[in-house]
């Protein structure tokens, strides 16, 4: 039996795991992939915060480009910002494969090919039954801390019960030749072109870069997919004149949580087990922007050390401490950026074009104390704004008469 057996090879799972390791519990990763990192579900930029969060200080190999900026675009305005600190375009599997040796380095076992089929309390502990996806041989093992890290199909939290109430954005990206800005992402908002959420491109060097969209399918039209709105926006003639072709294509989808006031990442299971919810299975993403990497690097921290805690002890009461870490490092970020995405998912163009001209007049100001982690930081201080006020009143009032919310 492991102290700890975590679900999912992904960087909140994988530093759960070390966390849990270093702190003394034996612990376990499982992998339904035979291949860690394998396949690639993200647009991989993350910022520098996150590279010093994810502890890889001797192995940089996955960085592939670095950004300097961003250029904004609304349907008729643009803005190019200067990064207060550089971000990273990263290749998120060798990023996930770097994550992984550490935790091995730490102590942890992984296992790769098996998918958790069903976790139920037998006996006083956990059991884990798994299936080997190749070979189909079955298994089953005991834990005393179960930790669900196994991305946006959440499928520990289905298994035991436990309810995230998330709405899933869709998402698709090519990766191609592209006559990039370099040094610059590009960020492109509209209802036209993404509704509900926004078109990229991060240039991985001046001929290639990620293109992608990701949608709200709640506020677009019931027969868009977020391929063919990426097909349309390639064919933009901004975007066309510089795109020269694609080798790639992925598509995946991005957890927001749809409030935190009944959001629950620990169940306790009669005081003889844990389960934890960490990562894109428990949400923990920013709702402006749809990354998680940071997220849950800092979440899998917290979770690794106190499901190793609640081992040792026997106390699984200790895990509730959890919940109240998490929240208090990102739970207020989090609700701010639901807001902001409610808010942003009933703009029209021309709202689009009024905000970023008033944020414009004050790029400086964003330029010295914005942050992608916590842009909380800076949006707060220009929504206490009359103009602001106004918009976000009349579009809020829009918002429940259409969708009753």
């Given at each position: 039996m492991y102290d700890v057996v975590v679900v999912g090879a992904g960087p909140a799972g994988c530093m759960a795991a070390k966390y849990a390791a270093k702190s003394g519990a034996s612990t376990l990763i499982i992998e339904k992939n035979r291949e860690i990192g394998i396949p690639v579900h993200c647009a991989g930029l993350i910022s520098k915060r996150a590279v010093e969060e994810s502890e890889l200080t001797g192995n940089r190999s996955f960085i592939r480009n670095r950004i300097r900026g961003a250029i904004i675009h609304s349907p008729n305005y643009e803005m190019q910002l200067e990064a207060r600190e550089d971000a990273y375009a990263i290749m998120r599997d060798r990023f996930d494969r770097a994550l992984a040796k550490e935790a091995m380095n730490s102590g942890a076992e992984i296992i790769t090919g098996c998918e958790v089929v069903g976790i139920r309390l037998s006996g006083g502990e956990l059991r884990i039954q798994t299936v080997d996806t190749s070979k189909g041989k079955k298994e089953e093992m005991g834990a005393k801390v179960v930790i669900g890290a196994d991305g946006v199909r959440a499928g520990v939290a289905k298994m035991t019960g436990m309810r995230i109430k998330r709405n899933l954005l869709s998402c698709a990206?090519?990766?191609g030749h592209y006559d990039s800005e370099g040094a610059y992402a590009e960020v492109?908002?509209?209802r036209e072109i993404?509704?509900?959420f926004f078109a990229w491109v991060i240039p991985l060097d001046d001929q290639i870069a990620r293109i992608g969209l990701c949608i709200d399918k709640r506020?677009?039209?019931?027969?868009?997919?977020?391929l063919a709105l990426l097909k349309r926006f390639l064919s933009q003639p901004y975007v066309a004149r510089r795109y020269r072709g694609s080798y790639s294509y992925t598509g995946g989808a991005i957890p927001l949580a749809a409030g935190?006031?009944?959001?629950k990442t620990v169940k306790i299971v009669k005081d003889r087990g844990g389960i934890l919810l960490v990562g894109d299975a428990a949400a923990q993403v920013k709702p402006i922007t749809g990354g998680g990497v940071y997220y849950g690097l800092r979440c899998g921290k917290i979770a690794g050390e106190v499901a190793a805690e609640a081992a040792s002890?026997?106390?699984?009461?200790?895990?509730?401490?959890?919940e109240r870490r998490w929240r208090r490092e990102i739970g207020k970020e989090i609700a701010f950026g639901i807001w902001v995405h409610r808010l942003r998912c009933v703009l029209r163009d021309d709202d689009f074009d009024r905000i970023f001209h008033a944020l414009g007049r004050k790029r400086w100001?964003?330029?010295e104390k914005g942050d992608m982690d916590y842009p909380s930081l800076i949006l707060n201080e220009f929504i206490k704004e009359p103009g602001f006020i106004k918009l976000a009143v009349k579009n809020i009032i829009r918002y429940m008469y259409i969708y009753g919310r």
């Open positions: 990206q090519v990766e492109f908002a509209g993404a509704p509900g506020f677009s039209s019931p027969h868009s997919t977020p935190l006031k009944r959001q002890t026997g106390d699984m009461q200790v895990l509730k401490h959890y100001r964003i330029e």
